[in-house]
């Protein structure tokens, strides 16, 4: 096992670190951590994806699409490459001194912060590799850029990355490309946060409601092309050059502008094309990751089943739909001469039972009609004198009608008397 526990070790000891083990910073963690999650989900999606047997094209492009676009909206609100500038430069690395350092800056505005990184280039195959710096200034709040360089100047950072930062913290007259910069990503982070929420809102629509999340991902690339737009028009009017010695510093578009752009028009194109493809033929486009996708209540099914009925309706022979076109014209001939006039004995009373009804409760007084001509009367007709009409009632009941009635006059009795 020698050579296995005594690597790196001298004279069988703990192993030695005798030189710096700094390394400069080579990459946003926030931004790989969310390339990383997203990336997963892909990766998942496609291992499952050889099982999809139908609609493969429309799932491949949506999920792929809309992975895309939450993927740059998230990247481009940490990046810091909006607005980028890079030279080469021959300066001194620290004030008052007569020293000149060849290196290369660079500065990557993003929405909230800055990005300044100073690397030493070589001389004669030779450079010191500890001169690599990336400091990062954030402007969350109107004094943060202030007070990021005095903690820069504290700490004695490289003259060339002080200069940069020193065009930022002005805010006089004259030097305000800090608070412009500041508030050109400001409204751009609003819209990219209201772009984000409603990619969450297409998702959720393209499984429920695929029509409207095809709207929805129309208004998602609407909001990262107005994004673009309204960082563009936010920007200095004169544009930011730094002077340094040995060369200037002149900002152009980043990555993240050009990304977002690209995203927001690919997703405005494809949610148009799906909205005109829905409109010309409806209930075409479709994916499997529908809810009720290749079930009994999937939309699809339902509405072949209603085409079926209507199909079997408009062909059966029945006398309800007739086909031929003698058969209709003898229908509307027909209709036309039927008598839609009531019989001879007025309206229908559609309340009336021929039939007695059949309940347990008897009424005490059997009546008899014994009234040669029926009376003649309308459903409007209610009184309390229909009670006995056309009827004979028994005389020991006479007393306890009279009893019913409220207040009967003498007349009315004598009335009763003489049923």
Known sequence: MKGWFDAFRDDGGPTLYSFSNRTPVTGDVSIVAVSVLFATVYVAFLVIFPGVRKQKFTTFSTVTLSLFVGLVILITRLGSAWHVASTTIMAPYKAFSREKLPARISA?????????????????????????????????????????????????????????????????????????????????????????????????????????????????????????????????????????????????????????????????FVGLVISAIDLVYPHTFSTVLEVYYDTPYDRHVILEESRDVRYRKRNSKGLEDPTSLGSRILRRLSSKTKDTTGGPSGVDNKGY?????????????????????????????????????????????????????????????????NW
């Open 108 to 268: 990557n505005i993003g929405l909230m912060h800055v990005n300044v990184t100073l690397t030493a280039l070589p001389v004669l195959n030779h450079t010191d590799r500890d001169i690599d710096f990336n400091e990062r200034f954030t402007w969350d709040a109107a004094t943060d850029m202030k007070n990021s360089y005095k903690s820069a100047l504290k700490r004695g950072l490289p003259y060339p990355i002080l200069t940069v930062a020193e065009y930022f913290s002005l805010g006089r007259e004259g030097f305000s490309w800090g608070g412009q910069y500041r508030a050109a990503g400001y409204y751009a982070s609003i819209l990219l946060w209201s772009s984000l929420a409603s990619w969450f809102l297409m998702n959720l629509l393209l499984i429920a409601v695929p029509r409207y999340g095809a709207y929805m991902k129309c208004l998602t690339g609407a909001l990262l092309v107005c994004t673009n737009v309204g960082y563009f028009f936010m920007l200095p009017k004169r544009p930011l050059v730094i002077h340094i010695e040995g060369g200037k510093l002149e900002f152009s578009f980043g990555w993240c502008y050009w990304l977002l752009l690209v995203a927001g028009v690919l997703c405005l």
């Open 353 to 417: 039972q021929s039939d007695v009804p059949k309940s347990p409760w008897r009424y005490p007084f059997r009546r008899v009609q014994n009234l040669p001509h029926p009376l003649q009367r309308t459903i409007s007709q209610d009184s309390t004198s229909s009670i006995a009409s056309a009827v004979q009632i028994a005389p020991m009941h006479k007393q306890a009608l009279s009893r019913i009635l409220p207040k009967p006059p003498l007349e009315r009795t004598a009335e009763v008397g």
